[in-house]
């Protein structure tokens, strides 16, 4: 599944935030979807959001086998997120899509600054010229 803004418009969205059971939308076909606006999300959350998935649909891993039985959307992923991902697609069949903010919404890439800098001799140092006689 790619998920496009159109695609992103067709979700179902989770209105009730207490009590969602980890789910935070879903797409046309039932795919739960979990959105966290953090970087570097860990392994913690993949974890917890294969518990929500079986809490929303018990037979959801049963009836999306080869599919996507989930999908985290969130600004960056970390290495243990990924490993787990992957540890679950090997493991247990069990495919969970990562999909990054900036793959939806181009504009969400943070932009890269370049400072330069001068340094202006408004003060020039003054040196006192002392004179010995003797």
Known sequence: MIMTPCAIRMLLTNI???GDKGIDGK???GVPIQVKRSDNIGRNVVDNFRAACGR???ALFDKTQG????IIIAFSF???AVQEVARL???ENIF???VTVDTIVPLAKKPKLTLQYEQLNLYPKT???TKNTK
Request: proline content about 0%.
């Open 67 to 70: 599919k996507a039985c989930g």
């Open 127 to 129: 040196t006192k010229i």
């Open 96 to 98: 969970i899509k990562l």
């Open 16 to 18: 009730q935030q207490r």
């Open 27 to 29: 797409t046309s076909d």
């Open 78 to 80: 970390g290495k243990g």
């Open 89 to 91: 697609k090997n493991e």
């Open 56 to 58: 929303f649909d018990k």
